[in-house]
């Protein structure tokens, strides 16, 4: 027999081998030392086999794809379990056949080349099977390629570009398996060794039938294989391998920590380019088209990543959501942004050391809620109203919180804030520290350590009073459509507490996005690049989605969000406190309170 | 004492020759939106780091225009981005990135070894 016709496909298959090999040591031994302690002590059996089978329904069966968009996710299964089926049973068949559990890695691939004709147990029922997975991959196959070229018919706006590696890659795999229909086919027409998909296609194709035409096909198929596992490491598929190894590191406990390591490299490896995160993606809307995570992934594989795409990024967090391999495309991003400005951190040593005040609780305001004096007077009313002794700690002079800087990517200048405000709330010895504006709740919370002191979002804060009946809301009608501000919601995972704080004041109306695929209102700080007008483009496709609903007002939480829709003159829209304060008046007026609280409610208004 | 430049004693002449356009020319290319500032002040006047420190944002355009490039590459240092200043511009002007740019070019010069 020619055995010539395994070579292509073992060469490649060797190569493959060893530039995976290669890649994996060198990923692995680029993580610090702790990370590798980390993973040593990961291989544990019950985490393995959470690993295990992290692998199996999102590595072969592609789950989470199957949520999003059920053809895609066949698409994505057919290929992969279908393959990794074919694989599994050849071998068994080809034990079966020799009766032995070592046999030539190459022969379950050109099996039906070789074994002409004999017939073993089972052999009738094995190779139905493997003509059934054929039949699935095949139908895989058929689909990307419609795919390629009507990606509507996916639910999909968008499919990402293709540079050459990809392509060539693409046209292997695409052969791959037609080719393997022919030869099989030709196979079981010649020797009578197929089942009901090969014998149809070799009774077809019957009048071509010769050991030549035979040879060529099985020759095709073998060189389809290799093709494909040579392109293999320099395209996306090298997704499928590193999306194993991502798996068992992230489980591992293993994350980016504000500087590269190889963890970046094994998730950009990782990514598949499916583009469910374009079609996520709210940029698209306003004519940016280069800078979503997929392109920011293939860039930094690629070494060409520009600062005009890194800082066109709204961080809003949307791609991550549906990310099927669960890439961190936010601390992804970030951290290439803190890598790319490293060298102009300022020192800030201007800052002052100014005294702080004895106080019990703390409101920081921050600078953007500087920019709504609507929302510190309400915060003001309800400190008042709960009798708080409150330190309002930026009222005068204070810097940021360091949250825009650290979204710009200039970490080392924004711990100078940290250390600066730090020493102010430790050193006004109160328990609890309130802050009206999300972007400054999530460095609190995070990047700040501030031992015993509690930090609290006035959405909590809120309800909490209003849980303990210090401050009486009246429940009435209004149609309140609630927008959860992206670093609220999706950055620190606060859904309810908002939500609560405006049921006690109106009608709450469920709405299509919300929480994790809720709108970024398009004013995000994380993007230094977009332009106003882009801006405006966002912020009106939000509002023409939150309108649908015929809301009275539009709820918010965040003083960036709303000073964003303020611009729009179509919609009211409000901060929950103010929603808060101006229902406890309304109500103080017809529900009889404890009269002290009613007046000085009043007496606020003066303020 | 504020430092108002009434009192400059050099030449007020500008040599179009000697002109050190290397910033404006490049935050220019980038963020085209630049051109439009009127220098109206109202970024100054919000400016959280404005208000802790004598910077003044408004003068970093003029700096920008004038090509004093060793002035701001003092001055850009202090910026907090935290990004008021784009929200009240008049002009929609990305001032933030303005900012950035200049610190990347200004740093990138430095690493390049050429006067600033
Ligand atoms: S980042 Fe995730 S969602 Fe986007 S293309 Fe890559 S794998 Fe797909
Ligand atoms: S974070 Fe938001 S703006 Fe940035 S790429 Fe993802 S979806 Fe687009
Ligand atoms: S995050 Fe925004 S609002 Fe909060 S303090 Fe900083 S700049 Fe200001
Ligand atoms: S607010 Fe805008 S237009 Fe006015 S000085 Fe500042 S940048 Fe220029
Ligand atoms: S971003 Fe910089 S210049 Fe603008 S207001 Fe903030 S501190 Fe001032």
Request: proline residues 3%; positive net charge; charged residues 20%.
């Amino acid at each position: 027999m020619e055995n010539f016709i395994i070579i292509p496909f073992t060469v490649g298959l060797i190569y493959l081998t060893l530039v995976l090999i290669y890649r994996f040591v060198k990923w692995v031994r680029g993580l610090s030392k702790l990370d590798k302690l980390r993973l040593v002590q990961s291989f544990k059996i019950r985490r393995m086999l959470r690993s295990l089978k992290e692998v199996f329904y999102e590595g072969l069966l592609h789950r989470k794809i199957f949520r999003k968009n059920p053809v895609l996710g066949y698409m994505h299964m057919s290929l992969a379990f279908g393959w990794f089926l074919l694989i599994v049973l050849g071998h068994i068949e080809v034990m079966a056949a020799r009766r032995s559990l070592l046999v030539p890695f190459y022969l379950p691939v050109f099996f039906r080349y070789f074994e002409t004709g004999t017939t073993f147990f089972a052999s009738g029922i094995f190779s139905f099977l493997m003509d059934f997975f054929l039949l699935i991959v095949l139908s895989g196959v058929a689909l990307a390629m419609l795919k390629r070229f009507k990606k509507q018919l996916f639910g999909m706006k968008k499919t990402t570009r293709l540079k050459t590696g990809d392509r060539m890659a693409l046209t292997s795999l695409w052969l791959i398996f037609p080719l393997r229909l022919l030869a099989e086919g030709m196979s079981a027409e010649l020797y009578g060794n197929g089942s009901f998909l090969t014998s149809s296609v070799g009774h077809i194709i019957g009048s071509f039938s010769s050991e030549s035409t035979n040879l060529v096909l099985w020759t095709a198929y073998s060189c389809a294989l290799g093709f494909f596992f040579a392109a293999l490491p320099n395209s996306r598929y090298m997704h499928i391998p590193t999306e194993v190894l991502l798996i068992f590191v992230r489980n591992a406990g293993i994350r980016l920590k504000k500087r590269n390591n190889t963890y970046t490299d094994i998730q950009v490896f990782s990514c598949s380019r499916c583009g469910l995160c374009l079609d996520n993606c709210q940029m698209a809307a306003a004519g940016i088209n280069h800078a979503q995570s997929v392109y920011i992934l293939k860039n930094i594989r690629n070494n060409n990543l520009t600062d005009e795409q890194l800082f066109n990024c709204l961080l809003c967090g949307k791609c991550e959501v549906d990310c099927p391999v669960g890439i961190n495309t936010i601390d992804l991003r970030i951290t290439q942004r803190i890598e790319s400005t490293l060298q102009y951190n300022s020192s800030y040593n201007y800052l002052e050391d100014l005294p702080a005040r004895k106080a019990s609780t703390i409101y920081f305001a921050g600078c953007m809620t500087h920019l709504t004096p609507g929302i510190i007077a309400s915060m003001k009313t309800l400190f008042h109203m709960a009798g708080e002794n409150v330190w309002f700690m930026d009222e005068e002079k204070a810097p940021c919180c360091g949250r825009p800087l650290m979204l710009a990517g200039q970490h080392d200048a924004a711990s100078k804030l940290i250390v600066n405000n730090t020493r102010k709330i430790l050193g006004s010895g109160a328990k609890t520290l309130v802050v009206s504006c999300p972007i400054c709740y999530k460095v609190f919370r995070e990047d700040y350590e501030l031992g015993n002191v509690e930090v609290l979002f006035h959405a909590e804060y809120i309800s909490r009073l209003i849980r303990e009946q210090i401050i009486l809301p009246g429940k009435t009608t209004t149609r309140i459509v609630y927008h959860d501000p992206c670093e609220l919601g999706r950055g620190m995972g606060m859904f309810e507490p908002p939500r609560e704080v405006l049921r006690a004041t109106g009608k709450v109306i469920p709405v299509k996005n919300e929480k994790q695929m809720a709108h970024c209102c398009g004013g995000s700080l994380g993007n230094l690049k977009i332009s106003q007008q882009e801006r405006a483009v966002l912020r009106n496709q939000a509002v023409k989605d939150y309108q649908q609903y015929l809301p009275d007002v539009l709820a918010t939480a965040c003083p960036l969000c709303k000073k964003t829709f303020a611009r729009h003159r179509g919609i009211e829209v409000m901060d929950i406190a103010e929603i808060v304060v101006s229902s406890i008046r309304k109500s103080a007026e017809v529900v009889p309170v404890k009269a002290s609280v009613k007046e000085e409610a009043f007496a606020e208004e003066l303020v | 004492m504020e430092d108002f430049s009434f009192l400059n004693p050099g030449s007020r002449q500008i040599d179009f020759d000697n002109f050190d356009d290397r910033l404006l020319l490049y935050v220019l290319e980038y963020e085209p939106s630049f051109v439009t500032c009127i220098s109206c002040g109202g970024c100054t006047a919000t400016c959280s780091a404005g208000n802790l420190t004598n910077f003044n944002v408004r003068k970093i355009g003029l700096w920008l225009r004038r090509g004093e490039t060793e002035k701001l590459s003092q001055e850009i240092e202090k910026c907090m981005f935290c990004g008021k200043c784009t929200l009240v511009c008049p002009r929609d002007i990305n001032i933030r990135n303005v900012i950035l740019l200049i610190k990347k070019r200004i740093s990138e010069l430095k690493t390049e070894n050429q006067p600033v």
